[in-house]
Nanobody
Framework: QVQLVESGGGLVQPGGSLKLSCTVSGSSRSIYSTGWYRQAPGKQRELVAVITNGDTTNYADSVKGRFAISRDNAKKSVYLQMNSLKPEDTAVYYC?????????????WGQGTQVTVSS
C-alpha cells in the first residue's frame, strides 16, 4: 500500500519560514514526479510546486522566489522550503506523488499538513 507521510507544518509569523517534508513508501514503481498542492478554506486545491525525476521544477506564480522544492531520490522524499511566508499562504498542504512511467502514471496523495501564517 502506497503511503505519503508529510511533516513540518505549523504556525508561523508573517515573514517566517517553514520546511515541509514528504516521504513515499510502499511501492516499487519509479517516482515520476512529486509535488505540493494546497487548499485554503473555501478554495480549490491548487498547485504550489512540482519536481520531476529529471529535476525539472514548476512553481505557482504566487510562490516564485519564496518557495523552493527539492527531492532526495534515495530517501524517496520531497521537501518544500517556504520563506517569506504571508497570511495568504495559510492552507492545508498536500504532498502528491506520481509513480510509474509517463504513459501510465498512478497518483497518490498525503493526508495533508496545516500551515498557518499569522501574527
Amino acid at each position: 500500500q502506497v503511503q505519503l507521510v508529510e511533516s513540518g507544518g505549523g504556525l508561523v509569523q508573517p515573514g517566517g519560514s517553514l520546511k515541509l517534508s514528504c516521504t513515499v513508501s510502499g511501492s516499487s514503481r519509479s517516482i515520476y514526479s512529486t509535488g505540493w498542492y494546497r487548499q485554503a478554506p473555501g478554495k480549490q486545491r491548487e498547485l504550489v510546486a512540482v519536481i520531476t525525476n529529471g529535476d525539472t521544477t514548476n512553481y505557482a506564480d504566487s510562490v516564485k522566489g519564496r518557495f523552493a522544492i527539492s527531492r532526495d531520490n534515495a530517501k524517496k522524499s520531497v521537501y518544500l522550503q517556504m520563506n517569506s511566508l504571508k497570511p495568504e499562504d495559510t492552507a492545508v498542504y498536500y504532498c502528491n506523488a506520481k509513480l510509474g512511467v509517463v504513459t501510465l502514471l498512478y497518483s497518490y496523495w498525503g493526508q495533508g499538513t496545516q500551515v498557518t501564517v499569522s501574527s
